[in-house]
């Protein structure tokens, strides 16, 4: 295990850049694993969890080419009611986990067509997923449109509030001794071959032993990091909907709720305070973050096919954020090919559902200099990272 270095400020064992959900996991763990860390970031607890629904949906968002990624998806879901009882016991803090399960329904024949495949590789994958009719499925959640023509029962995709675990990773990070940097690092800096710390907008220039960069879409762009080893990370838009169910309507929905709507997917997931979000487009616009009016038409027309009775509620919040998607779908985790930066990025679709899994696999690199075996397949170097010697001659000692 590398030796604790300092607990000053301005030197630590470990460097995180980027405090959302994935940065803070990882420094959490990392604290825990007795290694003084830091993290850098101008606004801890914001990012993709400020706007992301918290479906936690391993069988229910499987796609065909994933079953690789299904099984690091499993795999942090049967972590879950342990990381969130942790978690909880440690901060005081409800997460709003719900182990609700999900429903998927078709709306029409090739709504249902996509549904039969989908359950299908369901089953081929060994997954629960029971198939129901139309009127099954309105026994179920009797707010259902009438059209309903089948869909399946997943029970073990549940849910969590992302906004209050995103709080309680925060509070987890100062209880456990992490030192907060806010301020926005502008570079990462390298000397003798290894990453060695960052330059802050701040002027502060923070050391230490290893750097993690977990700055989900904005990890593919951080100047100092050789270009060669930049991750291909891309932000991936989505705009998602709150509206609040009143207490007369309750329990208006009493699962998850989701959808392929003419191709396109929506999903309404209800919180035990009434919340429920409703998500969510998914664009190639790069940094755009702009609430549209033909993004909120969409998932307001689609959500109302759905469930008609939804346009009775309170709209209370409309938000877009940018996932970070990489090229297969998949994070990235682990070494970045520069001796001293490590990745946790990537996470696309599933950054709350896999947040248990990368706080372990993460600290478990850090601490021991091995990357655990769940995590192995999710490498950077399964992009081709170029060799690092060659890199780094481009680079100042
Ligand atoms: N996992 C849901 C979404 O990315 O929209």
Redesign the pocket.
């Known amino acids: 295990m590398p030796s604790r270095t300092s607990d000053t400020s301005d030197t630590s064992d470990v460097l995180v850049i980027g405090g959302g959900i994935i940065g803070l996991v990882t420094a959490w763990r990392a604290a825990q694993r007795g290694l003084a860390t830091a993290v850098v970031d101008p606004e801890p607890g914001g990012g993709a969890a400020r706007v ?2 918290g ?1 936690l ?1 391993a069988v229910t ?1 499987l796609h065909y080419g994933e079953e690789t990624l299904l099984a690091l998806n499993l795999e942090s879901a049967r972590r879950y009611p342990d990381f969130a009882a942790e978690l909880t016991e440690l901060t005081g803090h409800d997460l709003g986990y719900r182990r609700c399960g999900t429903l998927q329904v078709a709306l029409d024949a090739d709504d249902r067509a996509h549904l039969r495949e989908l359950h299908v590789l369901q089953e081929r994958c060994g997954l629960e997923s029971q198939w129901l009719s139309g009127r099954e499925c309105r026994r179920l959640e009797p707010m259902l449109a009438p059209g309903v023509r089948g869909g399946l029962r997943v029970d073990g995709d549940h849910q969590i509030d992302p906004r209050r675990l995103v709080a309680a990773l925060v509070v987890a990070c100062e209880r456990s001794g992490v030192v907060f940097h806010r301020a926005w690092a502008e570079r990462l800096d390298v000397a003798r071959g290894r990453a060695a710390g960052v330059t802050l907008a701040d002027g502060t220039a923070p050391r230490a032993g290893q750097v993690v960069l977990a700055a989900g879409s904005l990890s593919g762009r951080l100047a100092g990091v050789p270009e060669a080893l930049l991750p291909p990370v891309r932000p991936v838009k ?1 705009q ?1 909907l709150r509206l609040a169910v009143p207490r007369a309507y309750a329990p208006f929905l009493s699962r998850t709720v989701r959808a392929v709507v003419r191709g396109g ?1 929506v ?1 309404l997931v209800p919180r035990e305070n009434g919340e429920l979000v409703v ?2 487009t ?1 664009e190639e616009l790069g940094w755009d973050t702009t609430v549209t009016a033909g993004g909120v038409y969409e998932l307001l027309r689609d959500a109302h096919e759905l469930v008609p009775g939804i346009t009775e509620l309170p709209l209370t919040e409309t938000r877009a954020g940018v ?1 970070p998607g990489s090229p297969d779908n998949a994070p990235l985790l682990g070494p970045s090919g520069l001796d001293g930066l490590v990745l946790a990025t990537g996470h ?3 950054g ?2 896999l947040t248990p899994v990368t706080g372990d696999v993460m600290a478990g690199l850090l601490a021991d200099g091995e990357l655990p075996e769940e995590a192995r397949p999710f490498t950077p170097r399964r992009f081709g990272v170029a060799d690092p010697s060659a890199v780094l001659q481009e680079q100042p000692a």
């Open positions: 992301a629904a479906m949906a968002e989505g998602v997917h999903y998500g969510a998914s996932r696309y679709r599933n709350v559902l």
